[in-house]
């Protein structure tokens, strides 16, 4: 028994009597109803559909939607906020040219009115654009849905002044959302969350000035577009590509119900989308998400959750838009109370100062706010070398986070309230679509029918797909091979699902045969390769032994949910026979290592690399899903973008360890490289991520002194002229104590361990928070290490500090000598 014979026995099952192909156009008189199912438009190439669409009990919209997808994924809509009934409703193109849509015969809902003499026709075109042309020239347009748009644009339709995207109320609730895609008065493409009570623009970073986030208000053309191949250019210098950019894909550009602006690829094979590209990395940035008096947060757990700030609750459980309010027990009202704060860590809360008192404790923050009847709360922060206070008219778009600095003091009445009582706060998870979906509440009442003849339709087709999955499962148990049901290969399927799969054939290709070898490592020779679409990239080809197979389906699971701007973006995989490759993004300027013992990288990009570096590792240990360990940080797995950014490499290839495990004994064998690694491994004592910020530490005073940690530089001269003198001593971090011990002060500490080639100057105050915050980090016992949280923390704060003074430059600035 072969296939052809299952092909036999399934093709029978396709010559069910049915109607012919539905056409791609009606003509002047004709409608489309409500009541037939298969009154549809379809494009010739059979991509897009367009009819009466289900949106609730008995509530239709009439709209076009991608019909190989799997979801049948709406694309436009005529009547999005005023669905019509499921009998009698039609869509009418009149005599004259006016296309009207009527709710059960009776009261028009919509119309598109033209005004020709001649006849028209209405047709569903290859774009998805539904167009109103006359008969006798169809490149006449008298109307398009293209001008029109709801949430939604597709390749080579033009989004102008005149056109704004609206995101859905949910997944379920196709109606007006509180999102919007505009272009605004300073000529400018933004995201504005336009809620019931606020409104305020969220992307691009409103506390930036337009020309800082790479965009101009200069032109006034106000247009936009993206082609076929995912290249999207705006007028206001906004450009960007889909991550699989080339032609073949069905794209779409749609505002999502969570405030996100999305470009998704269409796998036809598949009917799913993939996200190609996002306008924002964390989703907590979308104002109003969690609604007033609502906190979001990422990372810590299935997704983006929201909670209410303490001494509120949710107004709306299956709507996080309306936000939480004040409890009960909790009004600040008459004589007989006890108001006094209640604070909650590491949070931002964007917008909605009455004031801003700079320099203040936080006694006289609280007098403040206690005075002040418009007052809710402040939030407290220490920046620019001082605290400051910043009084809330509202709390309104709250984010928590590890990496924020700000403390939030909420005025409650607690005089009902123990003096030991402390609001909780409770986190519920939402979806990345946008939350819980609301259904429309829109009932029609339907006639009666044959209860009878609706039994027999759904027993024979139930009959069918009986038939059909029967076969088709004799196939598959009879052809199956033995490793199509391995837990490995069940696992990584699960995992890769939003990664595109190459063949062998594709890689080798790409690769030219694995010619140019650009890195080698503990897992694998990495090499260069161009793929179809011309993007060159990165191809780590791993080992063939068995672990290397685990740890490689260990990284795809890891991978697929990380997204940072400081760790290397992967683009796909390959698993044929025995042949385990990644596929991720190509940097021009190469590893760290390889740029170390040259003049490119001056004191301003070596601590720019180390910030960087320490927000990838700050995101791994504490605000992925999963709390990841690198454990082979070193310079050779830090790679630099074509503006000496760091990104982080390799991070997928280490344990996984559950969020909340203080340790993990699991670690069969070492892992690392000698004279990164922390004391931890030699000493057999549990590993955390305090491990990978001993490593840390080490990789940023080979930055400052341009020295190995490993005792292995012999005399010589570098390519600049300077020479290096061996290191004595049991490595890098020994040397440093030795010089730090025999150094008058940090200023001369600094000039004597200072990589020589520095050029023309460093910057002291930078250098000498980089040896502070390495020396803790190389601390031997774990304990005494930062989090690279706390890193973060620290190197922003000189950053802060350095730019607080209007422009007068007052850091030192030392030649080298």
């Not at 996002?278 to 983006?304: E, F, L, T």
């Not at 240990?621 to 630099?640: T, Y």
Request: net charge neutral.
């Amino acid at each position: 028994m072969d296939f052809s014979l299952c092909f036999f026995l399934i093709l029978p099952l396709f010559f069910i009597p049915s109607s012919s192909t539905p056409p791609s156009y009606i003509s002047e008189g004709s409608s489309l109803s409500v009541d037939r199912p298969n009154d549809v438009l379809t494009s010739p190439n059979g991509g897009f559909t367009s009819g009466f669409y289900p949106v609730g009990d008995n509530a239709f919209i009439y709209a076009v939607w991608f019909a190989k997808s799997f979801d049948r994924t709406v694309v436009w809509t005529a009547n999005r906020d005023q669905p019509v009934n499921g009998k009698g409703s039609k869509l009418l193109l009149q005599k004259g040219g006016e296309l009207m849509l009527t709710d059960a015969g009776k009261n028009t809902v919509w119309t598109a009115a033209t005004t020709t003499s001649t006849s028209v026709q209405l047709i569903l075109n290859d774009t998805g654009n539904l167009v109103l042309s006359t008969s006798s020239n169809t490149s006449l347009i008298l109307w398009q849905s293209f001008d029109s748009p709801t949430n939604t644009l597709l390749p080579h339709q033009l989004f102008t002044r005149y056109t704004t995207l609206i995101s859905s109320r949910s997944e379920k609730n196709y109606s007006s959302g509180f999102y919007k895609l505009f272009f605004d008065n300073n000529n400018v493409l933004g995201l504005l969350y336009s809620g019931p009570e606020v409104s305020s623009i969220y992307w691009p970073d409103p506390w930036l000035m337009v020309w800082d986030t790479g965009r101009t208000t200069y032109n006034s053309s106000k247009v936009a577009v993206f082609d076929s191949s995912g290249h999207f250019r705006s007028s206001d210098n906004l450009e960007f590509k889909s991550s699989d950019s080339g032609l073949g894909p069905k794209r779409r550009l749609t505002l999502d119900t969570d405030g996100n602006l999305r470009l998704y690829s269409l796998n036809e094979m598949t009917g799913n989308w993939t996200i190609t590209w996002q306008a924002m990395s964390d989703p907590c940035r979308v104002h109003g998400i969690c609604g007033p008096n609502g906190i979001c947060s990422y990372g810590s757990g299935a997704g983006r959750g929201c909670f209410c700030v303490p001494g509120y609750r949710i107004r709306n459980s299956s709507d996080w838009s309306y936000g939480c309010e004040l409890d009960q027990g909790y009004y600040l009202s008459g004589d007989d109370q006890t108001v006094d704060f209640v604070s909650m860590g590491y949070l931002e809360l964007y917008g909605y100062e009455y004031d801003v008192y700079k320099n203040h404790t936080l006694k006289s923050c609280k007098e403040k706010c206690l005075n002040s009847a418009i007052c809710k709360g402040f939030l407290f922060k220490f920046e620019e070398g001082m605290y400051n206070c910043y009084a809330k008219s509202q709390l309104l778009n709250g984010k928590s986070s590890p990496n924020l600095l700000g403390t939030l003091y909420v005025k409650l009445n607690l005089s009902l309230k123990d003096n030991s009582f402390k609001p909780s706060v409770k986190q519920i998870q939402l979806s990345c679509s946008g939350g819980d979906s609301v259904t429309l509440n829109r009932t029609y009442k339907t006639k009666g029918g044959s209860k009878f003849l609706e039994f027999l339709a759904w027993f024979a087709a139930g009959v069918g797909v009986v038939e059909m999955l029967g076969v088709f499962a004799l196939c598959f148990f009879v052809f199956r091979t033995p490793k199509d049901f391995g837990p490995d290969a069940q696992g990584y399927f699960l995992a890769v699902t939003t990664f595109k799969k190459f063949s062998y054939a594709e890689i080798k290709k790409a690769t030219r045969g694995f010619k140019e070898e650009i890195g080698r490592g503990g897992y694998g020779v990495v090499y260069k390769g161009t793929l179809l679409d011309d993007r060159v990239a990165a191809i780590k080809r791993l080992d063939d032994a068995k672990e290397g197979e685990a740890e490689f389906l260990a990284e795809l699971s890891t991978i697929g949910r990380i997204n940072h701007m400081n760790l290397i973006e992967m683009w796909g995989y390959c698993v044929e026979g025995k042949h385990r490759l990644l596929v991720s993004e190509y940097m021009e300027h190469g590893s760290l290592a390889d740029n170390l013992n040259s003049s490119t990288l001056d004191s301003e990009k070596r601590f720019s690399i180390a910030v960087g570096i320490a927000k990838g590792l700050a995101y791994l240990h504490e605000e992925c899903l999963e709390w990841v360990l690198h454990c082979d940080i070193k310079p050779q797995n830090i790679l630099l973008d074509s503006n000496y950014q760091p990104k982080v490499a390799d991070f997928g290839l280490s344990k996984l360890l559950n969020r909340g495990e203080g340790s993990n004994t699991n670690f069969s064998k070492m892992r690392g490289t000698r004279g990164y690694m922390a004391p931890e491994w030699v000493f057999n004592l549990p590993i955390t991520s305090k491990v990978d910020v001993y490593s840390y530490g080490i990789v940023v005073l080979e930055m400052i002194t341009g020295r190995s940690p490993v005792g292995l530089h012999t005399t010589g001269r570098s390519s600049v002229g300077f020479q290096y003198t061996a290191i004595d001593g049991g490595g890098l971090v020994t040397w440093m104590r030795k010089k730090q011990q025999g150094a008058v002060n940090s200023k001369a500490l600094i000039k004597e361990i200072i990589d020589p080639t520095l050029i023309g100057g460093y910057d002291m105050g930078k250098m000498e928070t980089l040896v502070r915050v390495a020396m803790q980090c190389v601390e031997e016992d774990k304990d005494a290490r930062p989090t690279m949280r706390k890193v973060v923390e620290m190197l922003l704060r000189h950053e802060d500090e350095d730019s607080c003074d209007n422009g007068v430059e007052v850091k030192d600035f030392v030649p080298f000598q």
